[in-house]
């Protein structure tokens, strides 16, 4: 039986030269990506993809030299997030100094739990951080970079269970009045995700109406936290959204955190999506407040354009995360934590991915002023998709824009059943995506089936929201109208 490979200057060079290949594949990969005439997609059905592409893993495994070909089917099969036509999520296109990252982390392969491991990317963390907490308002604040907004809004929400009962972390929780969080009713599903992961129970999570644009409407909190008490149940937490997912609202935080303080509750801002606009002189007000939360969630690798994944939890007291996290067991590992700024003890996790590097990199390429500009590109943008919907008579605005999420249907003369109405939305949607015309979701909306239009793509510009809204009018008078005619 043969043994493992043994790296010799000849296979060093062999897999240097697959490497150049995948690198020239990826380059040309990226000039028709962001090519506005590249399809977003070659969409095929799961089963026709099936057959197209083998996923079965062999016994006996190829060399690398299949690399190449491998890559390139994967390529020509997966969706063009850096495609102008991309208005699916609340991430896209593509930043240069972060997918430079991305590939020195690969290359370089450490791990985030010790200054001794990854001394660069330790205080390049610490450097992101501090300028983020910051920039929210954290003065003496901390904070990590974990695997994504729901990791973030549970170690918030875990660390505010840990000041109401700081004892359920040795001893657990039982016995005692249960646990109460409350959350807008346009609140990410992750909240649902952390009290049931937490033990507190889905039926503890108690969402909060909200107003005609989506915030939450303090007085409903108020009154909700007064009927919590009345029944005898503790509550401990308020998860604020700095940019909903669909309508892109921004909870009331100044009023919020008066109750917060009142109540003596722990204030979490989930600013996932719309955080990053507190690098934004013109749409900073936003998040007017922040300062006085005690943690929140941004998302880097959303309107900062970072690649996924890229988010932060950042809390107003530092200390926080040491006093949550902090175990035994660990000195097998953290030598000389007394002295080195290490980070695993901060973290949930023990291995970490190094995703500072990009950050770092993509802020010192671009500066606050690029992020500014990209931010605030993002904006007018949304508001040119606003003016194009007012302007033509079969598509109807549903909400004003608040920040760069257009909430609009497609209205054909003579329709007025809702039923049918989302029959066609939903239809229209789906022609684009099959066509490779666009890549753009839909949502319900008061009751109705609606296109959730989102901007995060910087590179994205005035011709490309011209492109869509032809495209998608062009797309309707093939498919949708001779249907209702």
Not at 19 to 26: E, G, K, P, Y
Not at 50 to 78: I, W
Not at 181 to 192: K, L, N, P, R, T
Not at 427 to 454: E, K, M, P
């Amino acid at each position: 039986m043969e043994g493992p490979a043994v790296s010799t200057p000849e296979s060093s060079k062999e897999e240097l030269d697959v490497f150049r290949q995948i690198q020239a594949l990826l380059a040309e990969y990226l000039v028709q990506a962001r090519d506005p005439l590249t399809p977003v997609v070659d969409y095929l059905e799961p089963a026709s993809l099936a057959k197209r592409f083998d996923f079965s893993l062999p016994e006996t495994g190829a060399t690398n030299a299949a690399l190449p070909a491998l890559v390139r089917d994967y390529l020509e099969h997966s969706v063009r997030s850096a495609n102008p036509r991309f208005f699916n999520q609340l991430f896209g296109g593509f930043l240069l100094p972060g997918v430079v990252g991305e590939h020195v982390a690969a290359v370089t392969n450490t791990s985030m739990y010790t200054y001794e491991c990854a001394p660069m990317a330790t205080l390049m963390e610490a450097a992101v951080v501090e300028e983020m907490a910051r920039l929210v308002g954290f003065t003496k604040g901390e904070g990590l970079l974990v695997t994504g907004g729901s990791n973030a809004n549970l170690v918030a929400m875990n660390a505010a269970r840990h000041r109401a009962r700081p004892e359920v972390k040795s001893q657990g929780g039982s016995g005692q009045a249960p646990l109460v969080a409350f959350v807008s009713d346009q609140a990410h599903y992750s909240f649902e995700k952390a009290v049931a992961l937490m033990g507190i129970g889905t039926q503890n999570l108690w969402r909060v109406a909200t107003d005609a644009d989506g915030a939450m409407r303090p007085e409903a909190l108020a009154e909700s936290i007064k009927d919590c008490r009345e029944k005898g149940f503790e509550p401990f937490f308020v998860g604020a959204t700095s940019g909903t997912t669909v309508c892109g609202a921004f909870d009331p935080l100044p009023t919020l955190a008066e109750i917060c303080a009142e109540e003596q509750l722990w204030l979490h801002v989930d600013g996932s999506w719309g955080g990053s606009v507190a690098l934004s002189q013109q749409h900073r007000h936003l998040i007017q407040g922040s300062a006085n939360a005690d943690s929140m969630t941004w998302n880097p690798h959303k309107m900062m354009g970072l690649p996924l994944p890229c988010s932060a939890i950042l809390f107003r007291q530092a200390g926080t995360l040491a006093e949550v996290h902090g175990v035994g067991g660990t000195e097998y590992l953290f030598h000389d934590h007394d002295s080195l700024p290490d980070l695993g003890p901060l973290s949930l996790q023990c291995g970490r991915r190094v995703d500072a590097l990009k950050l770092w990199l993509a802020w010192r390429c671009l500066g606050t002023d690029g992020f500014t500009r990209r931010i605030d590109h993002l904006f007018g943008l949304c508001q040119q998709a606003r003016e194009r919907v007012c302007q033509e008579p079969r598509l109807e605005l549903m909400r004003e824009p608040i920040s760069v999420n257009l909430v609009f249907r497609y209205r054909p003369l003579g329709v007025s059943c809702e039923d049918e109405l989302d029959r066609v939305n939903v239809s229209l949607r789906r022609a684009l995506h099959h066509r490779g015309l666009a890549l753009v979701n839909y949502a319900t909306v008061d009751g109705a089936q609606v296109f959730r239009l989102v901007f995060a793509n910087g590179d994205q510009s005035a011709a490309d929201v011209r492109r869509f809204f032809d495209d998608l009018l062009d797309c309707a008078r093939d498919l949708i109208e001779p249907q209702i005619s």
